[in-house]
């Protein structure tokens, strides 16, 4: 039995928890102080690179989560009416937690794949993708906020494969969801707080990414959101050093000697 049993269905929950634990967990980084000790930009420099507002980020970020929803809802209710019986049978824990890693690594290898595809294609990099690289600087709001084709093809049915393929049940299918949404939200958050959690378990981690954001590596660090995998089999990973900047914060430096 789950806390929400007796008030929300399952498919319910796995429409609309990723949604709000997002702005939870973004909002929460957004109203952190500066911490200028654990950035790994400047102010200044988020000021200078970035793009785009933040009233536009958050208008784009919630144009995808109405599809992600609507999705979402389909996808739950086709699941459950083809289902044959009535009474959902959820799967022992040690299951529950083979299908979420089955899960990660769909995710990350459908997510790698769109993912390196819209850097590689220009029609695709100019009218699409580089919307998301308008945040040169990334921050936790902005972690979902893409054109709508790219936030379908690559989020929204990177996570439809996901839970298709790994079999899971709806009431798994929230855990997941809800693990993705705040392990990607940490990836765009642009800081490296200790004790972090993602940073101690992930080496494709919140400096991993920033280096794609980067103008030095944006042909590297495509995989997303968990595991560095396909990186590192298909040549296209960075190494980096985390060094202390002069002026506080950190820097994620790739390291000097490596050749593209």
């Known amino acids: 039995m789950v806390f929400w049993e007796d008030y929300l269905s399952d498919e319910v929950m796995g429409t609309f928890a990723p949604i709000v634990l997002y702005w939870i967990y973004a909002g929460i980084y957004q109203l952190l102080p500066p911490l200028d000790q654990y950035r790994l930009h400047t102010r200044k420099e988020t000021d200078e690179k970035n793009c785009v507002a933040l009233s536009t980020v958050i208008k784009g970020v919630l144009l995808q989560q109405l599809a992600q929803a609507t999705v979402a809802h389909v996808l739950f209710l086709i699941t459950s009416m083809l289902s044959t019986s009535e009474v959902v049978v959820q799967p022992s824990l040690p299951i ?3 299908q979420i890693f089955v899960a990660m690594l769909v995710m990350d290898t459908w997510q790698y794949f769109v993912h390196r595809y819209m850097h590689q294609n220009k029609f695709l990099y100019r009218h699409v993708h580089s919307q998301h690289h308008r945040l040169v600087v990334p921050y936790a709001i902005g972690a979902l906020y893409n054109h709508p084709l790219e936030g379908l ?3 929204t049915f ?5 839970f298709l393929i790994s079999g899971m049940t709806a009431r798994t299918a929230v855990i997941f969801f809800c693990l993705a949404v705040v392990k990607t939200v940490d990836d765009h958050c642009g800081l490296w707080l200790p004790g972090n ?3 101690l378990l992930f080496q494709n981690n919140t400096a991993y990414h920033d280096i794609h954001h980067q103008l030095q590596g944006t042909k590297f660090n495509y995989s997303q959101p968990f595991f560095p995998i396909w990186d590192k089999l298909l040549g296209t990973h960075m190494p ?7 002026e506080g914060g950190f ?3 790739p390291i000097k000697d490596y050749k593209d």
């Not at 990177?158 to 996901?162: I, L, P, Q, T, W």
């Not at 980096?240 to 002069?246: E, G, I, S, T």
């Open 158 to 162: 990177g996570g439809v494969f996901s």
């Open 153 to 155: 093809l690559l989020d």
């Open 251 to 253: 820097q994620a430096r």
């Open 96 to 98: 529950q937690l083979l």
């Open 240 to 246: 980096y050093n985390l060094v202390k900047r002069p």
């Open 197 to 199: 959690i993602f940073h």
